[in-house]
């Protein structure tokens, strides 16, 4: 009688372990998700140096430009673009691409120099827009105003 006792108390003990053990692999196997939540898109600014804020006619000005991305995703593409919505002038690419007006140009660095030359004597005022293959953009204003304004009244105030 103690041997049935003792295969009675092994059995109930292997089926309350064998219970156990199916129900942590069904809360296992239910709270998987098969789809993966992979970040592909990323927001992103464009720092840029400094620009002188004047421009004559016939004048190239250079505009040094760094992508600088939140993360990082292998399948993402940038291009730029340009608008120019006064003045007259060209755009052009360090790599010698001239740019074409709202015309996407593909953009193949992070760091890259824009040259603008003017080709008037007014205001030149345009945008350069940075957009990458999800959707997000980033947009740049330059405004280079052309009065010619002599320093005639310029004031020296001596040191010491």
């Known amino acids: 009688m ?32 098969d789809d993966m939540d992979i970040q592909q ?10 620009v002188p804020n004047k421009v004559v006619k016939g004048q190239t000005v250079e505009i040094r430009c760094e992508l600088k991305k939140e993360g990082d995703f292998s399948g993402t593409l940038y291009t730029i ?43 030149h005022n345009f945008i350069v827009v940075v957009e990458d293959n ?8 330059f405004d280079f105003n052309n009065r010619n304004v002599k320093d005639d009244d310029l004031t020296i105030v001596p040191i010491g």
């Open 2 to 33: 103690n041997i049935l006792n003792n295969r009675n108390k092994r059995t109930s003990i292997f089926k309350a372990v064998a219970l156990c053990l199916i129900a942590a692999m069904s809360f296992t196997l239910v709270s998987c998700d």
């Open 41 to 50: 898109s990323y927001p992103f600014t464009v720092e840029v140096m400094p």
């Open 81 to 123: 673009r340009y608008f120019q919505f006064e003045g007259e002038g060209s755009l052009k690419m360090d790599n010698g691409i001239t740019f074409l007006p709202n015309d996407r140009y593909l953009l193949e660095n992070e760091k890259f120099r824009l040259y603008y030359t003017a080709a008037g004597d007014e205001a």
């Open 134 to 141: 999800f959707s997000n953009s980033y947009e740049l204003e």
